[in-house]
């Protein structure tokens, strides 16, 4: 059971990556993130963390890739580019380069954390324990670094309402 | 793995015979016909309702007090001609209804239908001797589902707008998605204070946290959050006074100007289902869900025996569809602006000043705090409150001054 939902999950996430690559349309490009996030939220469930499914639904699909959607509506790119013509000529190289040492980084990271993996678990006890955990240890062990992120948001919010109001010269 | 309460308590038991699989099946098929009837029900309540408010008739050709009239209106759009534009992202544009649609119904997943809640019962029920609970499903997170699923349903809304190649659909989207998003933040903030008072995010337990008429919501977070609440609400259904998306006047239809046919059915379902599905959340989270108000001991619907929790349930969802129509018959549409600064300047300020003031109050009562250090808590709750509210005030009134200077217009 649980094998078929990680193959059902992880053939979601790997669909809707590939996706976000290939569509040549950037609004289904963003969908396929959006398959990709409920794959992930799918593989959160299914790894009793019931918690982070709901707000990777609620954070991600819900209010990240909806500004996505926005941005790419309002500004009109919803037209597919012409994918021939390269602005920066070793892009592609690069990015092939970079891509297949990630995945070797990775593929060894996880080869080397095998028997680590699985030993500690937030799910200790029944409930919504999940959440009390994690309230838990972001309010005390990392309290500093959680008030430093909201205040890093609210500069980011007040610097763009700043940025963005055009003063106009009175004339008086 | 280390277990976890399942979803339901039938799910938990170890003899897999045919019981668990048909209440599961029982109440898929309960939920998904009282998502149906109820929306045919909720079309033509509907339109009786107004009717009755503007002094006309309304339905009353089919059947019995035109009771049939949406079954009759629904069978006509099933063999109405299904257009799709030339212009049109045609996936996206087929998709769309769905997305709209799915998420109205899974809501009534999570809601507790009935069951006996009182004098600390958990609301369980014995059926074919398996214990469980009426409601499909009580997942430890269920509120947050709510709000997930309500972030889907933007989707809906707003891939509609924009597949269908036309402008007065992208406008309309643009200020579906816009309105939803701004309300959200309401919505959110009133409900947390509602979890903070309950303890728990899950729809069971907050409906077993108000066992008294004083435990009730409405009563116990102070009678604020019900009402910001109520407002985003109606902002994130889209429903009069704010429904800037569908202004006939300036955008045509808003989202679904270009649907036709099924596809225009499924979104007109959707909204109707959505406003059952967030009435029935409101009583839920406010209201007690299927708990009785008792007046002394006088239970109103004890002859129904185990069914009394429903119809407790069925009365309170019904007052509320009753307010939303009563909304729709006498409030004029928002401005946009207007709307913005109710969504933004008022409700989400009122919202987070009342939440804040809440959980004061809980730290208070859960460290124990004299009489005197009580008393002085809430004075110095007021006092930063006031200062607040000041701040804010001076901070809109100096924004204002600075755009009637600068000449803006908007």
Not at chain 1, 122 to 128: H, L, N, Q, R, W
Not at chain 2, 114 to 126: P, S
């Amino acid at each position: 059971m649980e094998l078929i939902v990680f193959v059902l999950a992880s053939a979601m996430v790997l669909s809707g990556a590939v996706g976000v690559v290939m569509f040549k349309n950037p609004v289904h490009a963003a969908l396929g993130l959006v398959l990709t996030l409920f794959g992930v939220a799918v593989h959160f469930v299914s790894m009793e963390a019931h918690f982070l499914a709901a707000v990777q639904v609620i954070v991600y699909a819900g209010a990240i890739v909806v500004l996505f959607l926005f941005v790419i509506m309002l500004l009109g790119v919803d037209r597919a580019e012409d994918l021939t013509i390269e602005p920066l000529k070793l892009q592609r190289p690069v990015a092939a380069v970079l891509g297949a040492g990630v995945t070797v980084l990775v593929a060894g990271a996880v080869v080397r954390g095998a028997d680590t993996l699985g030993r500690e678990s937030v799910v200790s006890a029944p409930g919504d324990s999940n959440i009390r955990a994690l309230a838990r240890s972001l309010y005390s062990d990392h309290v500093l670094a959680f008030e430093l992120t909201s205040v890093l948001l609210i500069v980011a919010v007040a610097g763009t309402v700043v940025l963005t109001r055009r003063v106009k010269k009175s004339e008086g | 793995m280390l277990p976890v309460p399942a979803v339901d308590p039938v799910l938990d038991t170890d003899s897999w015979w045919w019981q668990p699989l048909a209440i599961v099946g029982l109440k898929v098929l309960v939920v998904f016909v009282i998502g149906l009837v109820g929306t045919m029900f909720m079309v033509w309540f509907e339109r009786k309702i107004v009717a009755g408010m503007q002094n006309r008739i309304g339905p009353d050709k089919a059947g019995p007090f035109g009771l049939l009239q949406t079954l009759a209106d629904g069978i006509k759009l099933f063999f109405k001609e299904d257009l799709i534009p030339e212009r049109s992202d045609r996936f996206v544009f087929k998709l769309a209804p769905f997305l709209a649609f799915v998420p109205a119904f899974l809501i009534w997943s999570v809601i507790p239908l009935g069951g006996n809640f009182t004098d600390g019962h958990d609301g369980t029920v014995e059926w074919f001797g398996q214990v469980t609970r009426v409601q499909l499903a009580d997942p430890p997170v269920g509120v947050l589902l709510v709000l997930a699923l309500s972030s889907i349903a933007v989707y809906g809304v707003m891939l509609a707008g924009w597949s269908s190649g036309s402008k007065y659909p992208l406008l309309g989207s643009v200020r579906a998605s816009a309105q939803m998003i701004s309300y959200e933040a309401a919505l959110g903030l009133s409900l947390a204070t509602v979890l903070m008072a309950a303890g728990t995010l899950s729809t069971s337990g907050i409906v077993i946290a108000q066992d008294r008429l004083t435990d009730w919501h409405l009563l116990s977070t102070g009678v604020v959050p019900f009402v910001v609440f109520l407002i985003a609400m109606t902002a994130e259904l889209n429903r009069p006074p704010f429904d800037l998306v569908e202004a006939e006047q300036e955008i045509v239809g808003g989202f679904h100007t270009e649907y036709s046919s099924i596809r225009f059915a499924l979104f007109f379902l959707a909204e109707f289902m959505n406003v059952i599905s967030m009435s029935a959340l409101l009583v839920t989270l406010f209201l007690g869900g299927p708990q009785p108000l008792l007046i002394g001991s006088f239970d109103l619907f004890a002859v129904l025996g185990p069914f009394a929790g429903t119809a407790w349930l069925l009365l309170k969802v019904f007052l509320f569809l009753y307010v939303y129509v009563w909304f729709r018959a006498t409030l004029p549409r928002l401005r946009y602006d207007q709307l913005m600064d109710l969504g933004w300047k008022v409700l989400i300020p009122v919202a987070l000043g009342w939440f804040l003031l809440l959980a004061a109050l809980q730290l208070g009562r859960d460290n124990d705090l004299s009489q005197v250090s009580y008393v002085g808590l809430v004075i110095v709750c007021l006092i930063v409150l006031g200062l607040g509210y000041l701040l804010f005030t001076a901070a809109i009134s100096v924004a204002r001054r600075n755009r009637d200077r600068e000449g803006a217009a908007y």
